[in-house]
């Protein structure tokens, strides 16, 4: 599609692949960028940056957003440590997560403020959704639960109310879908036209051999999850992108670490706070044996009063790493890296109708099995074997409520009843409304009937209940 005078929603828009993504559009000449990211100032910051490099863009091209997107927009800024530790808005975390999806569910997410508030024609999500979602760690909140459930059963104090609704508010799957259940129609509804998603295989594109992970284990649970999660995401959007009224909906998923932000030399912090260098002297050591308590209360640690600096690689959201750690990962054979800039230029000729034959949607769609020949052929045997039997039989094989929710089945009859009145879609367009439900009431009747003294219940009352619904 042209990007020139489009709104570009850029979901991420502080990390690499996000800023690269911007720097792509503006040749582009879009209308205007919304550059989103998880807090205010990371949002602002990235804003500035590109505008101190394209100056000539105008003040108003570049827009700041923060916020997490998989909340309500109430809680957006809240962290979700805080929302997991208070009751009410813990519950209200929930409600949203596991009730159905109403427009009150809808219209109070974030999502769908954000969205509404700037219609984009086009939408680049960057976010590590896998990671956002499988690093709150389903498993430690599940043995937090097990321990509480075995307090309780041995009369003990335990808040098993508590770890229970943290379990409820950690469940991956209910997130991942009620995220793009919000996502597909707040799009639906604002008119956006494109959705590519910037995906991950959640191990950097190495297999279950790999040695960087989050315990002992080999590879650990949490990692395994980011990947099952990445993998359950794609098959999501796989299905909305064959939705016939949603965007045209496209997945980059690079197979390899991102990087690089930044080189240089200076004080290493961790999730934004200083690492101070203490110090132990040896005839203080602790002595290994079944348990290592390091929080322990003797003061054997003493601070240098300084903090830690070195060399360093800045992959922005993947993190601070080391040169070793550099090396190790990009050695060829393991992660090695993709650069953003390149997953940008990829993102940039799909929208613009390009194939990278990168878009994971697109192979999938190629790569599964579709309805074939030999079937369609078979099909117009098997409704002539059908309508057949039914002749045979002097019956009518309609709908038995197997297939979906009772609303089939009622579509379904009254199709049939409208067949039996008029004869013909023609016949029945012209009739009126109030017609149609006397002349169908009569036809019905009989058939609901029988079907009701089949479930044992009040025919009288099984019939006008019907009927009223159809009406």
Known sequence: MDIQNKTVLVLGGWGLVGSAVCRQMIPEKPKRIIVTSLLEHEAKEAVELLRSEYPKAGKNFFVPWWGNIFVRHTLKDTPRDEILQNQDARGLLIDDLLDELTMPV??????????????????????????????????????????????????????????????LATLYIPQLIRHVQILYRTMQLVGT?????????????????????????RPSSVLLSKSAVAGAHTLLLFLMGRTPDAPITKEIKPTAAIAWKKIGYGEIKKRGKSIELIDCAPEQGFKLDATLKLAD???????????????????????????????????????????????????????????????????????????????????????????????????????????????????????????????????????????????????GFPFFFRMARRFCVDPRSRSRHTAEKMN
């Open 193 to 217: 036209t494109t959705y590519v998603k910037i995906g991950t295989s959640g191990t950097g594109g190495m297999g279950l051999n790999i040695p960087y992970t989050h315990s002992e284990e």
């Open 297 to 443: 209360e003797d003061l054997r640690f003493r601070s240098t009063n300084q903090r830690l600096h070195s060399v360093y690689i800045d992959t922005g959201e993947n993190g601070v790493f080391s040169r070793g750690e550099f090396e190790a990962i990009s050695t060829p054979g393991q992660m090695e890296f993709v650069t953003p800039e390149e997953i940008a230029e990829s993102v940039l000729y799909e929208i613009k109708g390009g194939n990278t034959g990168h878009d994971i949607i697109n192979a999938l769609d190629n790569a599964s099995l579709a309805p074939t020949y030999r079937a369609g052929f078979m099909f117009d045997s098997a409704m002539r074997e059908m309508k057949r039997l039914e002749k045979e039989h002097k019956t009518h094989s309609i709908a038995f409520e197997f297939l979906g929710p009772p609303r089939l089945s009622k579509l379904l009859y009254e199709a049939y009843l409208l067949k039996l009145a008029y004869g013909s879609v023609d016949e029945v367009a012209k009739a009126s409304a109030r017609s149609i439900s006397a002349r169908s009431f009569p036809l």
């Open 106 to 167: 809808l219209e109070r997410s974030s999502i769908y403020q954000l969205l509404q508030q700037f219609k984009p024609d086009i939408v680049v999500d960057c976010i590590n959704s896998a990671t956002a979602i499988a690093y709150q760690d389903l498993f430690h909140v599940a043995r937090e639960v097990r321990k509480a459930l075995r307090a309780s059963k041995s009369g003990k104090v335990s808040n098993l109310h508590d770890h229970t609704e943290r379990l």
